[in-house]
């Protein structure tokens, strides 16, 4: 029988989590079965088990593992309220609408997170949390509590505009109403 290292172990665990993350923003928790995820991360279904509990500890793990992610590429912007707009035009962007898989987990999977166990609300609850403190950091750094109703109702209003855009067939109107939630949220935000 073969040995790994633990280095080992470790990178094929990242691989199942990115690849998973990416499976489930694209086709839904419920869509995606533990072989195809293990078939995307170029694995068996028997090595599964090596790594996760379960398929729920799975789904927690990549929820977290997608939310701190999301909050690190924060980082990456232009400090302040420029950054916060940059954001904003990014996200409420077609590329961003069309190609979910590699786009936000709130707009892609908030209806199943909500179906979620316990362990997987709290992996959201914690990196929502940690979102919602970027942006109310951005619209206040002087005090940052006082931005935190401005900050939640900031992402909602992203979050429902590109679920919106996404569902909708006619890409003209689809469009206009990521058009018109930018304008939206860049009001709100000032």
């Known amino acids: 029988m073969v040995r790994y290292a633990k280095e080992h ?9 990115e690849k998973a993350g990416h499976r ?20 068996t279904n028997g090595a599964f088990y090596a790594h ?20 690190a590429k924060y980082g990456t912007l232009r400090p ?20 979910p898989g590699v786009g936000c987990p709130s707009a892609a999977l908030l209806d199943e997170i ?7 609300k709290q992996a959201y609850t914690d990196g929502a949390r940690a979102i919602l403190d970027e942006v109310a950091a ?6 940052p509590q006082s931005a ?7 992402f909602t209003m992203m979050v429902g505009t ?15 109403v990521l058009e018109q939630g930018i304008e939206n949220a860049l009001t709100f935000m000032r």
């Open 9 to 17: 172990k470790q990178v094929t665990r990242q691989r199942i989590i």
């Open 24 to 43: 489930f923003k694209q086709d839904g928790i419920d869509g995606s079965g533990v072989s195809t995820l293990m078939s995307d991360a170029g694995l």
């Open 52 to 71: 996760f509990a379960s398929k729920d500890d799975l789904v927690a793990t990549v929820v977290a593992n997608e939310l701190s992610t999301q909050v």
């Open 80 to 99: 302040g309220r420029p950054g916060l707009e940059d954001l904003i035009r990014e996200y409420l962007s077609p590329e961003h609408r069309d190609h």
């Open 114 to 120: 909500g179906r979620c166990g316990d362990e997987t």
């Open 138 to 143: 951005r619209l206040a750094p002087e005090d």
């Open 148 to 154: 935190r109703g401005k900050a939640i109702g900031l």
């Open 162 to 176: 590109l679920q919106l855009s996404r569902a909708l067939s006619d890409r003209k109107f689809a469009d206009e």
